[in-house]
């Protein structure tokens, strides 16, 4: 029966596991792939409680010290191991992470990390920039090591105040709706989600429902329960069960950065979870023999350092190879393969010896080690490796208090960005009230001989006495484009590209409306756009630049169209982001879309900036001066052509 059990929920282990790994690989095509964690809290909530509850029922307590002992051993060596590696890899390979480096370790060995990320970390999103921490993803084992501690004494004050199982059920269940209740408060939209998606009281829901699932359902009273028909019940209650949770965690609609996942999505997913839990521990049915196989029960064994190394494989990697988006299936096969072979080896070298670890056989192995008659060059071998990375470790920690931050703020692209952003508002009100003034204008006019005069004015521009911009020329623009983008009319919405040139591209077109901010995602754009159609500035010429930060829908596209209409013309800047695994994604797609849509025009920024990569910061993303100056020629230049 054990044997069962454990096995069962190895492949729930192993699919959560999946899912997060799938997830990190690429975020935008499996959205709700981070919902492998609510997983691994469904189940530590129910195995720890039944483990509680079975101990009263036995012999009238729980022994709390023996388990504290357990799950430290458990826990912490593995942790121990990924801490103090990552951080002998920062200080030979990747010194600009040492920042902080002091404070991520303590945080993390004291089991309080979630809150330190609330307030001094990054965005478990936010996967751009080439400082991004390869701890992010360890607030999920402090919340862990929280749950640990307290619950047994929490468990205690219930057992003792409450009798009946089913009242304590009741205030288990209650709990946890209080808590997805308050995560759906708490959750702004526009708003960094790190408070509600990190918080222990935020994500107790999930631990909570696992918990009271023990009550409802305590393993050792489910042999002899169920008879055929109830295995038959089970059985399509886990395929349904099982149905949902595959299509939240692979679906768009889970995505992180929308609201649905806190207004119930994460709450929805842990009841599915919790009941397929519940099936596989009932000793009927087929679930528990479908999840049991080697390949599920290797990866579910593995499951806790394949979460702890995901991450800094992945970021350590990426952080080597910049040319990703043209070799996307190789190097994600080659990051899964390494994953899974530094956790094999940690599962080998760390977990296995820390279950039989005894510290007083501690001096015994030291002396050996320096034994010149030892002839296990094996042991001594990794007893170096270990002693350098401790060592290596410890001394980034120790230096990391005396190393300063990368301040963002300080790069020039910042500066660019932000000086931008105050002239954007600026030049939009003169922009919007130009617009205005010409809309009442020809509303006293005929509207055929408005247009026909702007038609004229525009496509056939006569010599013009007093050149402008003409330091722009240089750039690839003529005179004679210069010219006509003076009088366009263009409603451009944008990311963080868009946003570092917005002062130039308004000097080449004062009468442009231009909305760009950094992070921004395609899907942005629908609300921005229908908000400046509602007001009446919503130009002839409509420029969108996304898409660096992650790909779109065709549905997305045909919401912004409808939006748009047949009437206007809309430009759309493909993206030149070679480290992200979707910029031949996206520029395949704006092609493809363009053919549906007569009003569609791609300007191809990608093909004309690919073989120039002085115009490009480090990130060889984000036009630098020069490229500054290009971008906004070519952008202005083709919506003039092909207008």
Known sequence: ??????????????????????????????????????????????LVTDQIMAAVRRQGYFDVKAFYQRRFKRIYPPLFAVLWGTAAYIVLFQRNLLSKLWQIILTNLLGVYNWWQIFNGQSYFQRFANNESPFTHLWTISIDWQFYLLWPLLMAVLCSLFKKRRTIFWILLGLSVVSGLEMALLFKPGVDTSRIYYGTDTRFFSLGLGAALALLWPFEELDGRFDQADARILNWTGFAALGGMLVLMFSPLMNAQTAFP????????SILTAIFAAVIAAPVGIWNGLLTNP?????????YEIYLYQFPVMIFFEDKVTNLADHVLAYRLTELALIMLVSEAAFRLVERPAKD??????????????????KNYRSRGLTACFTLCFVLGTAGILASPFV??????????????????????????????????????????????????????????????????????????SQNDLQIAQKLGVTAVGDSVMASSSDLLHKLMPDAIIDAAVSRQADTAISLLQEYAQKGELQQKVLIGLGTNGPFTGGEVKQIMQIIGPKRQLFWIN??????????QVNDQLQQEAKKYKNFKVIDWYGYSASHPDWFYGDKTHPNDLGQNYYSAYVVKHICENG
């Open 404 to 477: 300063k931050a990368d301040n963002t703020k300080d790069t020039q692209l910042f500066k660019t960005i932000n000086s931008n952003s105050k002239k954007q508002a600026e030049m939009n009100r003169k922009a919007i009230a130009d617009l205005k003034k010409q809309q009442a204008q020809k509303a006293a006019a005929s509207q055929k001989q408005a247009s026909a005069k702007s038609a004229k004015s525009k496509s056939k521009p006569k010599k013009f006495a007093k050149p402008v911009n003409r330091e722009f020329e240089k750039y690839g623009i």
């Open 1 to 46: 029966m054990k044997k069962r059990y454990i096995t069962g929920y190895a492949g729930l282990r192993a699919l959560a596991v999946i899912g997060v790994i799938l997830y990190h690989l690429d975020p935008n095509r499996f959205g709700g792939g981070y919902l492998g964690v609510p997983v691994f809290l469904i189940l530590t909530g129910y």
């Open 295 to 303: 390949v599920f029960n290797w990866i579910g064994s593995r499951s």
């Open 262 to 269: 806190y207004y119930g999505g994460m709450f929805l997913f």
């Open 575 to 584: 993206v030149h982001v070679p480290t992200r695994s979707w910029q031949n």
């Open 357 to 374: 670890f005894d510290w007083a056989s501690v001096p015994g192995h030291l002396k050996a080690m320096v034994d010149k008659s030892n």
